[in-house]
C-alpha cells in the first residue's frame, strides 16, 4: 500500500521511480562524472565527439541523447587520414542499466551499458560503448595496494624488502613508489593502482 502511494505521488510530481532516488552518471574518457553531459568525447587525441546533446528521462532505467557526432579534422589527427574538413552525421547515445557507484556514494548510481547510433549517408552504424562505470570503484587502501604490488613484483621475479609509499587518492586510484630488492640489487618502481569494482586492484607501470 505504502509503495502504491508513494509512487502515485511521484507521478503527481512529474518523476518516475526508477528515476527518483538520487543520482545517476556516466563516466567520459575520465574519472570525472557527468549528468546529462552535453558533450562525449569518443576517442582522445581529436579523436570524434558527441556534441549539442540533449537527453530525454535522465536518471531512468533508459535515456537516451540526441545530437551530433563530429569529426573536426581542420587540425589533423590520428582519425582523419588526408581529411582535412569537419564530417557530421546526427547520433543517437541510448544508456541503460544504471548500477551502483561506491565511489561516489550510496545514492549515486551510473549508467552500465551505452549504444550509440551514427545516422551516415551509408545507413545507420550501431557502436557499442563503455560507459565507463569502472570509474565507481574506491581507490585502494594502502594495504590492498602493497598487496597488489607485490603480486605484480613477483611475476617479475623474486621480491625482498619491499616498502610502498603512495599518494593520496585520485578517484579510483593512486600513485605509488615500490623500493625493494630482488635478486640483491635495490629496485625502485613508481606504478599507478587502480581500484576495481570486482577483483583485485590492477598495478599499471608509470610511463
Known amino acids: 500500500m505504502r509503495a502504491t502511494v508513494l509512487a502515485l505521488l511521484l507521478l503527481a510530481l512529474g518523476a518516475t521511480p526508477a528515476a527518483a ?36 528521462d535522465w536518471g531512468a532505467a533508459r535515456t537516451t541523447g540526441t545530437g551530433t557526432w563530429v569529426l573536426d579534422c581542420t587540425r589533423g ?3 582523419c587520414g588526408t581529411d582535412t574538413g569537419v564530417t557530421r552525421h546526427p547520433a543517437r547515445y541510448t544508456l541503460t542499466r544504471p548500477a551502483a557507484c561506491p565511489r561516489l556514494g550510496p545514492d549515486v548510481r551510473a549508467y552500465t551499458r551505452g549504444t550509440l547510433v ?16 569502472e570509474a565507481c570503484a574506491r581507490a585502494p587502501s594502502l594495504a590492498a595496494a602493497t598487496r597488489a604490488i607485490r603480486r605484480f613484483l613477483l611475476r617479475r621475479g623474486p621480491v ?13 586510484d593512486r600513485e605509488c613508489r615500490a623500493r625493494y630488492r630482488s635478486r640483491g640489487r635495490a ?11 570486482a577483483g583485485a586492484p590492477e598495478v599499471r607501470p608509470v610511463g
Open 21 to 56: 532516488a538520487g543520482r545517476t552518471v556516466v563516466f567520459g574518457l575520465t574519472a570525472t562524472p557527468q549528468e546529462r553531459p552535453a558533450q562525449v568525447p569518443l576517442q582522445a587525441d581529436a579523436g570524434p565527439s558527441l556534441q549539442e546533446l540533449t537527453w530525454t
Open 77 to 79: 589527427g590520428p582519425s
Open 118 to 133: 551514427v545516422d551516415e549517408p551509408t545507413g545507420p552504424r550501431t557502436v557499442r560503448l563503455d560507459p565507463g562505470r
Open 160 to 172: 625482498e624488502r619491499l616498502r610502498v609509499r603512495c599518494d593520496r587518492p585520485t578517484g579510483g
Open 187 to 197: 629496485r625502485t618502481l613508481d606504478v599507478f593502482v587502480l581500484g576495481r569494482l
